[in-house]
């Protein structure tokens, strides 16, 4: 069972924001699913999982300090495509792939979107 329906983070530019999560998000498999119009789209697998909107009060986007939206990778492989695709796309570097010593064969990367989300992902698969 899953704990969330899904997660949503804010934009400032909502055209940059779908460019850059249909190239990163493609790393992992997922992909755009739904657009809402001019505020926000959808990406997921078969089921909407991830949501970029425009700010429903109409205020700009910020980000919440201590906030980290995490994916779920199918390999190491795909963190490190996720990673360098992020960095292309223009998003900053918060964590090169590598291993996390908190959890047995912790795999990870992490990296702020355009809008300064923090976004990391993650597999536990042996080497």
């Not at 069972?1 to 990163?24: E, P």
């Not at 992992?28 to 990406?43: F, T």
């Not at 078969?46 to 906030?67: I, K």
């Amino acid at each position: 069972m899953s704990i969330f329906t899904h997660v949503t983070v804010g934009t400032n530019d909502l055209n940059k924001a779908r460019t850059f999560y249909d190239t990163v998000l493609g790393t992992l498999g997922l992909k755009r699913i739904a657009d809402l119009g001019e505020n926000g789209s959808i990406w997921g697998e078969d089921a909407p999982s991830f949501f970029v909107l425009n700010p429903a009060n109409g205020q700009p986007a910020s980000v919440g300090n201590g906030v980290t939206v995490s994916f779920e990778a199918p390999s190491r492989t795909a963190i490190d495509a996720f990673h360098a695709a992020a960095l292309l796309a223009g998003a900053n570097d918060e964590g090169a792939p590598g291993t996390r010593d908190w959890a047995p064969n912790a795999y990870a990367a992490y990296a702020r979107d355009l809008d300064g989300n923090k976004l990391a992902v993650y597999c536990f698969q042996a080497a």
